[in-house]
């Protein structure tokens, strides 16, 4: 009985200390690309992102060759354009504006890692019924590597609202090299995300859909962006 109260204290200790080891295998595992990648990652402010692609602000760092190969499109659906007959709803249609920012984050091994963000936005209309509000905001950060494979590491997306507007049924679509890879999510709030996407290729794009409502007008928002190896 002695031994038994003797070893299972012991026994308890080695127990704790094992999550203890996963933790610093898995940290282990982290290699030197990762880290900075990571640390690249998390410098980035969306919210500034956004402000400087509203502004029209590019990186200086970035070369013509990189903004040649950026691509964006944005597009707001009225529920009067699609259903196109008799309606309550105001006549006019929120336009909608888009742009982009990009920026070099720094460099790994060598190659430069860029991040873009895009968004697509409809405007202010005058008629107070029409209040479909909204911003929908998509980012990519890859590494630009010499050669046909380019390295997409994260992407990021979220949407604002202004008055009474609501999203919902919100999705996001990655493609890479014009192929879906499982890359379909279905986010459940307008927060920002930030997440790790690791996929090879010579073209990347994500882009987002969202239903808009402010309880009376309904809209659909996409806003889309795209970077290529080749124009």
């Known amino acids: 009985m002695f031994k038994i109260k003797k070893i299972l204290p012991v026994f308890l200790a080695i127990l704790m200390l094992i999550p203890s080891v996963n933790v610093l295998a898995q ?14 990652i998390s410098s980035i402010d969306i919210d500034r992102e956004l402000n400087n692609a509203i502004n029209g602000v590019i990186d200086n760092e970035v070369p013509k060759e990189i903004i040649d190969q950026i691509k964006i499109e944005g597009d707001f659906i009225s529920e009067e354009s699609l259903i196109r007959n008799f309606s309550t709803l105001p006549s006019e249609t929120p336009e909608i504006e888009t742009g982009y920012t ?49 390295e997409l590491e994260s992407v990021f ?17 990655i493609l890479i090299d014009e ?16 997440f790790s996407y690791y996929r090879k290729g010579f073209r ?28």
């Open 204 to 231: 990347f794009s994500a882009s987002t859909t969202a239903d808009v409502s402010d309880g009376r007008n309904k809209g659909f928002i996409n806003v889309k962006a795209e970077t290529r190896l080749w124009n």
């Open 27 to 40: 940290e282990h595992n982290m290699t030197e690309k990762d880290l900075k990648l990571e640390e690249l």
């Open 157 to 173: 997306y979220g949407w604002k609202t202004t008055g009474n507007s609501t999203v919902s049924n919100r999705e996001l679509r």
């Open 102 to 150: 990009v920026k070099k984050l720094g460099e790994i091994d060598g190659e430069p890692v860029y991040s873009m963000t895009a968004y697509a936005k409809t405007k202010t209309i005058d008629d107070e019924a029409t209040k479909l509000g909204v911003t929908a905001l998509v980012g990519l950060v890859w590494i630009d590597n010499f050669g046909p494979e380019n």
């Open 179 to 194: 192929t879906n890879k499982d890359g379909i999510i279905y986010p459940r709030s307008n927060d920002y995300k930030h």
